[in-house]
């Protein structure tokens, strides 16, 4: 069974500076990665998948599959960067699951 | 275009009573799955329908039932309620057709069960 790991439920950054929010996941096979996002208010929507290779907002993840992680980073906090983030894995293969992490909340300080 | 609607927005019940929350997916969409997501964890897979027929289950007890109809909207039906079915129930619709195509999430159902 596949399982995502977010380490930190919260995390605190000043405006400007770097961001890195974790993300480990288990799973035997050739998962797809996905960052989800949610901002105060809003729904859960999509912020970047490791197959598109795009930076979104400034957001960065690549998939490092030797340590099994996907790590989400942006090298200048913004403080409209606050929000829920939540790293989810799709094991493909005819599975249509998302496994979502517990998620971190990202505080950026003015 | 509308996305994914969800009604209603907020619910409460009785411990033991029934509950049917509703959802339209994203226009050209086909599939439409559930998730549930208690306070303080991510989402959590209930089950997926395609051409209404369930196509995938989550580690969930028969309890959570579902419908998809011909025009792929679903339902999400919740038998002999519990306190912790307490939740926030999310609806999210993709494209089967599209390869990889994304899921795109509902502003979800606030259930409480007293």
């Known amino acids: 069974a596949q399982r995502v790991t977010q380490p930190e439920k919260l995390l605190s950054v000043f405006k400007g500076a770097p961001v890195e929010l974790k993300c480990n996941y288990s799973?035997?096979?050739?998962?797809?990665l996905f960052w989800y996002v949610q901002y105060s208010r809003q729904r859960l929507q999509l912020l970047l998948r490791?197959?598109s290779r795009e930076s979104i907002k400034g957001f960065t993840a690549d998939l490092n599959k030797g340590e099994t992680s996907f790590h989400l980073k942006k090298p200048f906090a913004q403080e409209e960067d606050s929000a829920m983030y939540y790293c989810?894995?799709?094991?493909?293969?005819?599975?249509?699951?998302?496994?979502f992490g517990k998620g971190t909340k990202l505080s950026v300080i003015p | 275009d509308a996305g994914v609607t969800q009604s209603p927005t907020h619910l409460i019940k009785t411990r033991g009573q029934q509950v049917t929350l509703r959802c339209s997916p994203k226009s050209g969409h086909d599939t439409v799955s559930w998730y549930q997501q208690a306070l303080g964890q991510g989402p959590q897979f209930i089950f997926q329908y395609y051409e209404e027929e369930e196509r995938q289950r989550g580690n969930f007890p028969d309890r959570f039932s579902g419908h998809q109809f011909p025009n792929y909207s679903s339902e999400l039906n919740v038998n002999a309620l519990l306190l912790g079915d307490s939740a926030l129930y999310l609806c999210?619709?993709?494209?089967?057709?599209?390869?990889?195509?994304?899921?795109?999430f509902g502003n979800g159902t606030r259930l409480t069960v007293t």
């Open positions: 799973y035997s096979g050739s998962p797809e």
């Open positions: 989810a894995l799709y094991p493909g293969a005819g599975s249509y699951q998302l496994t």
């Open positions: 490791h197959i």
């Open positions: 999210a619709s993709t494209s089967r057709d599209r390869k990889n195509s994304p899921l795109h």
